[in-house]
């Protein structure tokens, strides 16, 4: 099983930036980014195959978060810039898609505990 922790998470004020990171190991195929605000659904926001090829972005991040993967050092990054308020939710990492639809579905079987993501106005 894969196992992930995620950091990077904090408070900034909007239009600022911050990296997300996600160490993990064991084999895994797609990895991902979510996210989940107070009274929202989980939303997936990012996800890319371990060994390359285009990503996969939601519209509401799309031209303003950026995802990434060093396997060389087991980490995959969400690097998040102009942030809103609404980019406010705790953001989980995921690992080992296992359904047969889109990848920004919630159907991973490993998922981090999450870290706290706050972008005041």
């Known amino acids: 099983q894969v196992r992930l922790r995620e950091s990077g998470g904090g408070s900034v004020q909007a239009g600022g930036s911050l990296r997300l990171s996600c160490t993990y190991s064991g084999y895994t195929n797609y990895m991902a980014w979510f996210r989940q605000a107070p009274g929202k659904e989980r939303e997936g926001i990012a996800a890319?195959?371990?060994?390359?090829?285009?990503?996969y972005y939601a519209n509401s991040v799309a031209g303003r978060f950026t995802i990434a993967q060093d396997n060389a050092k087991n980490t995959m990054y969400l690097q998040m810039n102009r942030l809103k308020p609404e980019d406010t939710a705790m953001y989980y990492c995921?690992?080992?898609?296992?359904?047969?639809?889109?990848?920004?579905?919630?159907?991973?079987?490993?998922w981090g505990q999450g870290t706290q993501v706050t972008v005041s106005s």
């Open positions: 995921a690992a080992d898609f296992y359904g047969s639809g889109r990848v920004l579905q919630p159907d991973y079987n490993s």
């Open positions: 890319i195959y371990s060994s390359g090829g285009d990503p």
